[in-house]
């Protein structure tokens, strides 16, 4: 490299640093929240999603508990009506799975 070549890029620098402060006085930086209150969010995070897997929990109990206990009165009411289902239950997960199967096949072929 030349002396002049040297002197063109020396002044391009001196530009594009000059205009980067513009850039940075320009624009403000952003808030960084402290430590403190990043751990009070994580901690607050924490307990609010610990109190919804407990709801969710609950709720799953309850429903399977309210599932048996139709079941139950089901079976002692009407036991065919119980069978019918059952029986009904299990074609219906047979067919979907032979669907799912034969779908699983179309697109590994394609």
């Known amino acids: 490299m030349n002396r002049s070549d040297e002197q063109v890029e ?3 620098l001196e530009r594009l640093n000059q205009q980067m402060k513009v850039l940075d006085e320009a624009y403000e ?3 960084i929240p402290s430590l403190a209150s990043l751990e009070a969010q994580v901690k607050e995070r924490r307990q609010s999603k610990r109190r919804a897997d407990r709801v969710e929990m609950l709720l ?3 429903v399977g508990i309210m599932l048996l206990t139709l ?3 089901l079976i002692r009411s009407s036991p065919a009506v119980y069978l019918g289902i059952q029986v ?4 219906v997960a047979i067919a979907i ?3 799912l199967v034969g779908k699983r096949k ?3 072929h394609e």
């Open 10 to 12: 020396w002044e391009m």
């Open 29 to 31: 930086p952003v808030n």
């Open 106 to 108: 179309e697109t590994t």
């Open 88 to 91: 009904l239950s299990v074609v």
């Open 60 to 62: 799953f109990w309850l």
């Open 71 to 73: 079941g139950a009165l």
């Open 97 to 99: 799975a032979l669907i």
